[in-house]
Every structure is written in C-alpha cells, then in structure tokens.
C-alpha cells in the first residue's frame, strides 16, 4: 500500500515507522525538516519537507498513486484541509483525519470524511479501563 503522512510529530513518525517495517511505501511530510529526526535510523520511506495543503507538494509526496492519506499535524484545520484535498482533488481512496474538537468532528464526519479524536479514543479506553478493572 502507498501511504502519504502528513505530520511527523509522535503520531506520525510512528505511524511512517510501522508502515515501513510492514511493507507499505510510505512517504511523510512536514513543514519542519527537524521532525524527521523522529524517524527511526533505518526508515526506508520518503521524507518531504513542505506545506501538505500545497498541491505541488502533494503531487511529489506521490498523493496522485496513494493509496491512502493520513492527516496528523496538531492543528484540525490543516488536516482538515488538506484531507479534503487528498479526498476531492486527487480522489484517495481511503483518508483519515486527526481532529481534536469533537464538535467540529462530527461536522466534517458528516460531510463524509473518515475522522479520529484522541480525545474520544483516550477517554473511551479510560471508561472501559475503568468498567473492567483486570
């Protein structure tokens, strides 16, 4: 599988990192050249550094043969954005979006974008953690 990663902050440099070791091809871009540091020493992906809503950069991060498109930068509105490029534009199949304001979430799910909270998701572990104590 062709994955493009946009955000190589914890989430994403992890993401990259077991992605490569499985096999998959796998670019990841970011604005900051320093966040590629979190990758591990034998990386075998792609490494870009650039704005992942510019649609050059997107296009060199290989986005036109994707199968996939991950957005995890810290900020909802740029993946959200970019998302919807990935999506609408360039027609990738399979697009996940970090957002961290469930409200807004929920919006953007009902325009039909595949989203995920770390704050539903931690919350939620924490409540089933708590319901079936081991």
Request: net charge negative; with cysteine; hydrophobic share 40%.
């Amino acid at each position: 599988m062709r994955v493009v990663i946009m955000g190589c902050g914890r989430v994403g440099s992890t993401l990259a990192a077991n992605l490569d070791q499985g096999g998959h091809e796998v670019t990841i871009v970011d604005l900051d050249s320093s966040q590629f540091r979190r990758l591990p020493a034998g990386f075998g992906g792609r490494s870009l550094v650039g704005n992942g809503i510019d649609q050059d950069v997107l296009r060199r991060a290989g986005i036109e043969e994707a199968d996939a498109f991950v957005a995890v930068t810290q900020g909802d509105n740029h993946n959200v954005l970019a998302s919807q490029i990935a999506k609408h534009v360039f027609s990738v199949h399979n697009v996940i979006c970090r957002m961290y304001d469930l409200v807004r979430e929920e919006f953007y799910q009902d325009l039909g974008l595949t989203t995920i909270s770390p704050t539903k998701v931690i919350s939620g572990m924490i409540g089933d953690m708590l319901h079936h104590p081991e």
